[in-house]
């Protein structure tokens, strides 16, 4: 499993790295000078302009550097047994936000090329599709160190772990198709930031909630 997760990385890595030569190649092509929108209003009013040339090239520079953090962790046992455990979500995952950042940067090219105008609402679609991703695996997983709701009482204890993982596992793939189609639907810039944040906020604490409750549920009862 391994010796595929290194495979993977490596084609990713390539990836990135032909994405940000791609990157340099336009950031020839465009004018000196040139600016595009960055950051919107919760009105959707355009409140900062700058170039985009330092973004087309970054974020392949970040995306690149994750894989290679993620290839070095797996020198080190402690983390080759979550490694090889959960290879699959791991590599899906992967491959799912270099895809996104693949597209986020092409979506900057053409706003810079006057193809399109806006902010990325579509972009919500790739949080969402990752979180229903994640939602489907987490029922399967083990308490690991790179996967999960990972909070000391809730990885020192199985029945904890695998409770609120199955709890927890509609709550992303409901959340994940409400963002995919919020990005797909959204008319205005308040519509992605509000329900944005609402959905993320129940994403993460109902579950932490719930695993609090086995948590002191399982505490009185081992102290009757």
Not at 177 to 183: A, E, F, M, N, V
Not at 200 to 208: K, M, S
Request: positive net charge.
């Amino acid at each position: 499993m391994l010796d595929n997760l290194k495979t993977y990385f490596k084609s990713s890595i390539f990836a990135c790295a032909f994405s940000f030569l791609a990157g340099v190649v336009i950031v020839l092509l465009l004018p000196e000078g040139l600016q595009i929108p960055l950051e919107w209003s919760l009105d959707g009013e355009v409140m900062r302009i700058g170039s985009p040339k330092p973004i087309i090239l970054v974020m392949p520079l970040i995306m690149m550097g994750s894989l290679c953090l993620i290839a070095y962790m797996m020198r080190f046992k402690r983390y080759q047994k979550g490694l090889e455990s959960h290879g699959t979500i791991l590599t899906t995952l992967m491959f799912a936000t270099t895809l996104g950042m693949i597209l986020i940067q092409g979506s900057i090219i053409l706003s810079a090329f006057g193809l399109i105008t806006g902010p990325p609402h579509w972009s919500l679609g790739i949080v969402g599709v990752m979180f229903i991703l994640i939602g489907n695996y987490l029922p399967k997983t083990r308490a690991n160190a790179l996967i999960g709701y990972r909070l000391p009482f809730i990885m020192n204890d199985e029945v904890i772990w695998r409770k609120t993982h199955r709890f927890a596992a509609p709550i992303l793939i409901l959340g994940g198709l409400y963002l995919t189609i919020l990005g797909l639907r959204a008319e205005t810039f308040t519509d992605i930031q509000t329900r944005f944040f609402t959905a993320i906020f129940v994403i993460i604490l109902v579950p932490l909630a719930y695993s609090l409750l086995i948590w002191s549920r399982r505490q009185k009862f081992h102290s009757e």
